[in-house]
């Protein structure tokens, strides 16, 4: 009976209800970032406005009639004298009639020639002429002197008569005027020569005025830069002091930015600066040159100046491109008829750039495939050839720039077709020649964006700073797990960081909190996704 229930009691233990299981651990609500490649650089880059360094109205210094000024656009070296000699010559920026002032000038020596003639006469005659007639004057005197005291003497004893005595002192006196009037010439001619020298002087000061308003008739630019505006015309007159064009610097050159107060106080000057020129690769450098003192009343920012230089030339191909080793030119001529008395209906090419001249005759280089109403942008090639022509004997001024000649037969040219500019001399009667205009790389008013530092970072997988742990390690959310990777972490920027290792590549999801608790294959829930740089 025991047994039995023994039994049973072991039979109810063993049916009865069991311990219920554990449950299941939440998962971490996490939020994250997706992975991909980025510049980090963009985000960071402000955006500023390109201002010339210096300017300048540049004025004739002399009134006369402009013969030639440069056109707008321009490229001139600037002229450098010091000491009287000049260094640098520089290019011409005007041109006046000279005409006027050669005339002056030249009255101007004639007047030096005369005074000097002059002086040298009144010097001559007072060297040699007056002193002869001084020591004549001289010796009459001391003879009348001498008869005089002699006649007194004899008078004395009654031996003649009194007027002879008188006569005696008469000529003594006439002799002794006539000795003070000889040294009275002498310094009148003194003073003459004095007044003569003066004159000279005078006269080549006139000489030297008229010798700088001579070579004023040339304007020369004062510093390198572009002709940024013309305000006269070839053939019209300008007063003396008149602006004739406007000269802008173009290297060095300065960018304008505008940063807040923050961002003002971490810049110093002589900073680091790069530049990111719209079409060029490789950044600029430059330097922080100037800070503003004074915020902008309306945006409440700052202005900082940036220092850089500035290059004018023209578009470089790389090896692999054919034009890379072509002859270069910097732009063409159209063939065209004139429309003004007296070249109504006569064809033209410019005397000094296009029209050439061989063992056969004169011939202009042309391209017939492009005509008039074709566009040549920059780097567009030409095929050459040579096109005789027969030039007249008519010549003229094109907007007085350049010298154009008639063509009394332009052969087989056809009218608007394109004429090469300043082909150099060669014996081929063909030519592939590409077309390249200098351009500078910053112009003033162009926008640029500029990143604060002097180094920028590489591309390639950022991730936030807080996203990694303090052992360097990373939680990728992965199939509903945390799983730790060991990255290796490169160089920051702005509060990001690159990384590199395995497991980390583009659309990976990091985990971008609870970094310092999370365990690898801990579960998580995607709660909210992040964007790098919000």
Not at 176 to 189: G, R, W
Not at 203 to 221: N, P, T, W
Not at 254 to 260: E, H, T
Not at 289 to 300: H, I, L, M, P, Q
């Amino acid at each position: 009976m025991r047994a039995l229930v023994g039994a049973c009691l072991a039979t109810l233990v063993a049916c009865g209800p069991t311990a219920p299981p554990p449950e299941p651990e939440a998962p971490r609500p996490v939020t994250v970032v997706e992975l991909k490649e980025m510049d980090p650089v963009k985000p960071l880059l402000l955006t500023g406005s390109v201002e010339s360094w210096k300017e300048t109205d540049v004025s004739v210094e002399i009134a006369g009639r402009i013969e030639y000024i440069a056109e707008s656009g321009t490229h001139l070296e600037g002229r450098w004298v010091e000491d009287g000699k000049v260094l640098a010559e520089g290019g011409v920026l005007a041109r006046l009639n000279t005409n006027e002032y050669e005339i002056s000038r030249e009255q101007a020596a004639a007047a030096v020639d005369v005074a000097r003639e002059q002086a040298a006469t009144a010097t001559v005659h007072l060297e040699k002429v007056l002193p002869a007639s001084r020591d004549k004057a001289k010796a009459n005197r001391d003879r009348a002197e001498a008869e005089y005291v002699r006649y007194r003497q004899a008078g004395e004893q009654r031996a003649v008569s009194e007027i002879d005595v008188i006569k005696a002192k008469a000529d003594s006196d006439a002799m002794e005027a006539n000795f003070a009037e000889s040294l009275a010439a002498i310094d009148a001619k003194k003073s003459e020569i004095k007044a003569l020298n003066a004159n000279h002087e005078k006269a080549k000061q006139a000489l030297e005025q008229a010798e700088f308003d001579l070579s004023r008739c040339r304007l020369y630019a004062p510093f390198t830069g572009a002709v940024s505006e013309v305000y006269i015309e070839a053939g019209g007159y300008a007063q003396r002091g008149q602006a004739v064009a406007h000269l802008v610097m173009m290297d060095p050159i300065k960018v304008d930015l505008a940063v807040s107060r923050d961002t003002l106080s971490k810049l110093r000057v002589g900073d680091a600066v790069l530049l990111y020129v719209p079409g060029r690769e490789k950044p600029q450098p430059g330097r922080v040159y100037e800070k503003g003192t004074v915020a902008d009343r309306n945006t409440r920012t700052f202005r900082v100046s940036i220092f850089t230089a500035n290059s004018y030339s023209a578009t470089k191909y790389p090896e692999d491109d054919a034009r890379a080793g072509m002859l270069r030119i910097k732009g063409v001529m159209i063939l065209q008829s004139g429309t003004i008395d007296p070249y109504v209906g006569v064809f033209y090419a410019e005397e000094k750039r296009v029209l050439r001249k061989d063992g056969e005759g004169y011939f202009v280089w042309a391209d017939p495939r492009y005509t008039q109403a074709d566009s040549l942008p920059d780097g567009a090639v030409l095929h050459l050839r040579k096109f005789r022509v027969t030039p007249g004997d008519r010549r003229g001024s094109y907007q007085g720039i350049y010298l154009i000649r008639e063509l009394k037969d332009i052969g087989e040219l056809k009218p608007g077709a394109m004429m090469a500019v300043d082909v150099p001399d060669t014996d081929k009667d063909e030519l592939k020649v590409v077309v390249t205009r200098p351009q500078w790389l910053l112009r003033p008013g162009q926008l640029v964006e500029a990143l604060l530092g002097g180094e920028a970072p590489a591309p390639g997988l950022y991730i936030p700073v807080d996203a990694i742990a303090t052992d360097g390690s990373i939680f990728v959310a992965d199939d509903g797990k945390a799983r730790r990777v060991k990255a290796r972490v490169g160089g920051q920027i702005g509060g990001l960081a690159r990384v590199e290792g395995e497991g980390l590549s583009p659309g990976a999801l990091v985990i971008t909190d609870y970094v310092h608790f999370l365990e690898d294959g801990e579960p998580v829930r995607v709660l909210r996704r992040r964007k790098i740089g919000k």
